[in-house]
């Protein structure tokens, strides 16, 4: 009886603890933006600490920090975004964004690490009658493959989101028209939450 609690309970360790994140959009157009800088007309806007739960633990473990951007373009005349408007830290050395299909294959979550949850697969429960009997019941064929499965599908489904919301907000290379405003996500080499600065060239 008590290996059968002790299982159960690994079980639920397990099942808890290493399950797939879903992915909660960043929706940049809706954030409210606290960090500002403007330099010659034209405004920058943007927040750090977008991600959660697996994403938020990959952007610590590959130093990628992804920054939501409102720029706001009030100069006289039309610019690019990585030509004319460039970003920088603080202490004025520039920023070299990561393009945002290399910020999906770091931040991604892996859905073929699921795969262990077939480990459960031989696994029973050993039940023991009144008359000195015992039953076993096969509750890793269920559990095994649902497992797999249900978290399988997740991190699938959650990262499609999250490339999705990528590519749409891909701001590298956008022409930023005079009296418009675009927003963006961008992908920063960075272990911490350095204070950002918008430079014109």
């Given at each position: 009886m008590k290996i059968?609690?002790?299982t159960l309970l690994l079980v639920s360790i397990i099942s808890l603890t290493s399950c797939a994140s879903s992915y909660k959009m960043i929706k940049p157009k809706l954030i409210n933006y606290v960090s500002k800088n403007e330099n010659k007309g034209v405004k920058l806007e943007y927040k750090y600490d977008l991600l959660s739960k697996k994403?938020?633990?990959?952007?610590?473990?590959?130093?990628?920090?992804?920054?939501?951007?409102?720029?706001?373009?009030?100069s006289d005349k039309d610019l690019m975004f990585g030509r004319e408007i460039k970003l920088t830290y603080e202490n004025g050395s520039e920023i070299v964004a990561v393009e945002n299909t290399?910020?999906?294959?770091?931040?991604?979550?892996?859905?073929?690490?699921?795969?262990?949850?077939?480990?459960?697969t031989?696994?029973?429960?050993?039940?023991?009658?009144?008359?000195?009997?015992?039953?076993?019941?096969?509750?890793?064929?269920?559990?095994?493959?649902?497992?797999?499965a249900g978290n399988m599908i997740t991190a699938g489904s959650s990262n499609k989101k999250f490339k999705t919301e990528l590519l749409e907000y891909n701001i590298n290379g956008t022409l930023i028209k005079k009296g418009e405003i675009k927003y963006g996500l961008v992908g920063v080499k960075s272990d911490s939450f350095d204070a950002l600065k918008i430079k014109l060239e």
């Open positions: 059968i609690k002790i994403y938020a633990k990959k952007e610590v473990k590959k130093g990628i920090k992804l920054v939501a951007v409102k720029i706001t373009n009030e290399k910020v999906f294959k770091s931040l991604k979550q892996s859905s073929a690490s699921y795969l262990f949850y077939l480990l459960l031989p696994m029973n429960l050993y039940t023991s009658s009144s008359n000195g009997s015992s039953n076993s019941i096969p509750i890793g064929l269920i559990a095994g493959p649902c497992l797999t």
